[in-house]
C-alpha cells in the first residue's frame, strides 16, 4: 500500500560534523591545589613526588572544552 497523500515525513538532520573534544595539559604542581582532586590526577601527582621523576602534564577532565 502506498502513503496517503498530504502527509509529509520530516527527515532527522543527520550531523557529519562530531564535536572533537579537547583538554588543556596539566602539571602535578595544579594538581596539588586543585579544589576537585580527580583520581588520575592524584596517580600522577604521587607519581611525581618520587625522585628523579620526570613527567610532561595529564590532561584534565575539568578543563574539557569542544571544538
Not at 580527580?38 to 613526588?49: D, K, P, S
Amino acid at each position: 500500500m502506498s502513503k496517503g497523500k498530504g502527509k509529509a515525513t520530516k527527515k532527522k538532520q543527520i550531523s557529519n560534523e562530531r564535536k572533537q573534544v579537547t583538554y588543556k595539559l596539566v602539571l602535578s604542581d595544579t594538581c596539588a591545589v586543585c579544589k576537585t582532586p580527580c583520581a588520575r590526577g592524584m596517580n600522577y601527582l604521587a607519581r611525581m613526588q618520587q625522585p628523579g621523576a620526570v613527567g610532561k602534564g595529564i590532561p584534565c577532565i575539568l578543563t574539557k572544552t569542544y571544538v
